[in-house]
């Protein structure tokens, strides 16, 4: 992989590819991480004692807390953090930290499988490079069993709604939401004939004219399992049976609403559905219940080389400045005194264990029901 050198947020961000092709198959990657965590053990336990844990410095919450944690971030002078985040949205948050605090902020942007698998062979080789970690949470979540996460405090944490924390514990918290909702086309698709629950898309009108993403697991899995899973599972048969299209990326395939050529996804993000309708596209976008989304998490490495800049950006993200960035990017923020369109109905956030301890499963059948039995790629 090789350490490489992280410039200024003028340049740092290294954009490695497309994260819809993302090289690593997830869960291949989950199932070698017992492997990995065995391997961890072996030459971990003399490897980790070698590296003090920054626990103290996260936790500290004595009354001179700020002013030590600002210092001791401009003493460390950066903050290296690995994200998926888009190159826009993690230089707009780089620089205004940057600005803010005058501590260098570098962005390694990656897929989610990437920043997973180069976190744990970076500890491995016990050559700690990142100061935190910020994709999507089910990955998080891997970081967190492989004991490359700690515990942190921070008072905006009291800002941030309940449904962006894991359950069992506090390495890491949700920034940003994505919803899956329904986005269509306007001059193809009237908003009174929009299905009012899952059962109107079997009526035959929406043969043929559903749109489905084609690494929408997650969102198929919470549904079902919503239903009650013999029931969702058979309601999904039916579904399928409707012949719906299958399309790949989410941003793309809200483009193609916007131009006509399709009329009605199911699973669109309103982010992206919203962003084009704030361009003048004909689409609009709306909640179809159980509605789920999908949260993207910050985490704080255990072994950070810069632990006082990585818990300050960590803040400075989760704070009312850094989520209001990010609604700017047409992010749906995590903290409550930010305002946002997007998240003005009732969700729920799909648990990220759904994905580690039954992806397996659900990635079969919806192979099975939607892909004809072809695997499931990386998601964007």
Known sequence: MGSGRFDS??????????????????????????CLAAALACIGAAAFAQTASNRDIYMYSGADRDKRLVE?????????FYSTMTVADGKALATAFEQKYGVRASHWRGSAEKIVSRAIAEARARRHEA????????????????????????????DIVPEAFPRGHRQY?????AFFVMGYNTKLVKREELPAAYEDLLQPRWTGRITIEGTDVLWFAAVAKAMGEDKGIAY??????????????????????ASGEVAFFLTAYNNNIETLKQKGAPVEWKALQPAFGQAAAIGLSRYAPHPHAALLFTEFVLSKEGQEILKAGNRVPTSRLVDSPLNKFKYEIVDPELALDEGDK?????????LGGRAVKEGD
């Open 9 to 34: 947020a003028d340049n740092v961000h290294r954009n490695i590819g497309n994260l819809s092709s993302a090289a690593i198959a997830l869960r291949s990657l989950m199932k070698r991480l017992p």
């Open 362 to 370: 659900w990635d079969r059948l919806f192979s099975s029901l939607f």
């Open 131 to 158: 100061d935190l970690f910020e994709t999507s949470s089910h990955r998080v979540e891997a970081l967190y069993r492989e004991r490359l996460l700690e515990d942190f405090h921070t008072p905006v944490l009291r």
């Open 173 to 177: 918290v949700a920034d940003r939401f």
């Open 236 to 257: 999904f048969r039916k579904l399928a049976a409707m012949k719906p299209e299958i399309r790949h990326g989410h941003i793309h395939t809200a483009q193609l609403v």
């Open 72 to 80: 001791g971030a401009k003493k460390e002078g950066r903050v290296l």
